[in-house]
Nanobody, 121 residues
């Protein structure tokens, strides 16, 4: 079982990035996929999650209206489209997989290695 993130990078404030989370060894559709982030000196926080089997999605207030989580089941990939990025969105972003819906990090069993997102002002 493996999840691998990609798509991070450096972008100016107001710009956009799309993160990808590709799975191998299992099918995303059977699980909840979450995106988390950790900025330097801060705790890891949940950003968004999705249960692709029924389309349920959840966003923390700080990203509502700017970030969109989606899935391509044929590619077994989950995306996080990030628009109107702000410097405070700068962090390492992680994809993780759980059987439980929500953004409690302890519920997630499989984690990717993370991808850096840096938003310049």
């Amino acid at each position: 079982v493996q999840v691998v993130e990609s798509g991070g990078g450096l972008v100016q404030a107001g710009g956009s990035l799309r993160l990808s989370c590709a799975a191998s060894g299992f099918t995303f559709e059977d699980y909840v996929v979450g995106w988390f982030r950790q900025a330097p000196g801060k705790e890891r926080e949940g950003v968004s999650c999705m249960r692709s089997s029924n389309g349920s999605t959840y966003y923390v207030d700080s990203v509502k209206g700017r970030f969109t989580i989606s899935s391509d089941n044929a590619k077994n990939t989950v995306y996080l489209q990030m628009n109107s990025l702000k410097p405070e969105d700068t962090a390492v972003y992680y994809c993780a997989v759980s059987l439980d819906y929500g953004l409690r990090a302890g519920d997630y069993d499989y984690w990717g290695q993370g991808t850096q997102v840096t938003v310049s002002s």
